[in-house]
């Protein structure tokens, strides 16, 4: 079971920048695939990107393409969500999680299912 804790959250300004990260304990860390999800007010917890095994591989969701980018450092044991371009649209409890099964550099179609580790997540709230 790998255990996780994000941080970087806050306020920012519309068209700002963010950086969140996800610190993880546990050996098995580098076998699996990671995501960073968010929830807002009244809405389902939604995929906003994702990360395989290896690093090789990257997904985002539509609306954060071209301005989120997510990497990790297996040897830190971090996952990281940089946020760039901001919008009021993307204020949310952002969080971490990591793969159910190990070993994927990708999921098809990606869901809160496939996760199986959980942050306590971090809030961003951007202001317009």
């Known amino acids: 079971q790998v255990q996780l804790v994000e941080s970087g959250g806050g306020l920012v300004q519309a068209g700002g920048s963010l950086r969140l990260s996800c610190a993880a304990s546990?050996?098995?860390?580098?076998?699996?695939?990671m995501g960073w999800f968010r929830q807002a007010p009244g809405k389902e917890r939604e995929f906003v990107a994702m990360?395989?095994?290896?690093?090789?591989?990257?997904r985002y969701a539509n609306s954060v393409k071209g301005r989120f980018t997510i990497s990790r450092d297996n040897a830190k044991k971090m996952v990281y969500l940089q946020m760039n371009s901001l919008k009021p649209e993307d204020t949310a409890v952002y969080y971490c999680?990591?793969?159910?099964?190990?070993?994927?550099?990708?999921?098809?179609?990606?869901?809160?299912?496939?996760?199986?580790?959980w942050g306590q997540g971090t809030q961003v709230t951007v202001s317009s």
């Open positions: 999680a990591a793969d159910k099964r190990p070993l994927r550099d990708t999921i098809v179609v990606v869901t809160t299912r496939d996760f199986g580790s």
């Open positions: 546990g050996s098995t860390f580098r076998n699996y695939a």
């Open positions: 990360i395989g095994w290896t690093g090789g591989s990257t």
